[in-house]
């Protein structure tokens, strides 16, 4: 039981390249999110998803897109990177949206330059 | 939308001493939750507040939870070096949308 499994664990883009996050969780949950972290700004939401066919912008939303590939997979793009995406990255899955215990993947230290 | 204010962003403690953090939202909220990040690790889930007024105990850590369901405070009784990391409350309201505080980095000193 792996809990909430992200990769890339490091990345390094150049500015304007693309790249996708990955996401995965073996809990059965129905809820799934993107987190950005940045020092001093707490984990800011990116995208959701309550439940699976369904994905919804979070508080910073600009410059990534979403796919809720089935129950078990949530994955983040960003389709032209910025040096203001540098950040680290979490995925985190629960059973319910915003309620009960959220488990966190174990994150990913992005650069762009 | 909903606005969380957690403070100090900061605390400073000796070993042994006590240590509180406050979290505070604009608007009513359904459900607050608490977590723990150390030092280049992930948030990890601490607890879980639901019911107006409650009050939950772990170890040393005591969390509460206003009875206008708009604040909660974390405090910690005797820190040890192991509780070193940021605490992050994760507050819920109607939409149940999750919007975590800015987080209080604990630093303990021997």
């Known amino acids: 039981n792996a809990g909430v499994t992200q990769t890339p664990k490091f990345q390094v883009l150049k500015t304007g390249q693309s790249m996708t996050l990955q996401c995965a969780q073996d809990?059965?949950?129905?809820?799934m999110y993107w987190y950005r972290q940045d020092p001093g700004m707490g984990l800011r939401l990116i995208y959701y998803?309550?439940?699976?066919?369904?994905?919804d912008k979070g508080e910073v939303p600009n410059g990534y897109n979403v796919s809720r590939l089935n129950k078990r997979e949530f994955s983040l793009r960003l389709e032209s990177a910025a040096p203001s995406q540098t950040s680290v990255y979490f995925c985190a899955s629960s059973e319910a949206l915003g309620q009960g215990k959220a488990f966190f993947g174990q994150g990913t230290r992005l650069t762009v330059v | 939308g909903q606005q969380v204010m957690q403070i100090p962003q900061y605390q400073h403690v000796q070993e042994g001493e006590d240590f509180t953090t406050y979290c505070n939202s604009s608007t009513t909220l359904s459900n607050i939750q608490w977590y723990k990040q150390r030092p280049g690790g992930h948030p990890v889930f601490l607890i879980q507040l639901v019911k107006s007024g409650e009050v939950k105990k772990q170890k040393r850590l005591t969390f509460q939870f206003g009875e206008a369901k708009k604040n909660s405070s974390l405090h910690i009784t005797a820190t040890q070096t192991t509780d070193v990391g940021t605490y992050f409350c994760a507050a819920t309201g109607g939409s149940y949308i999750p919007t975590f505080g800015r987080g209080t980095s604990l630093i303990v000193h021997p």
């Open positions: 809990m059965n949950h129905n809820s």
């Open positions: 998803s309550a439940s699976e066919g369904t994905t």
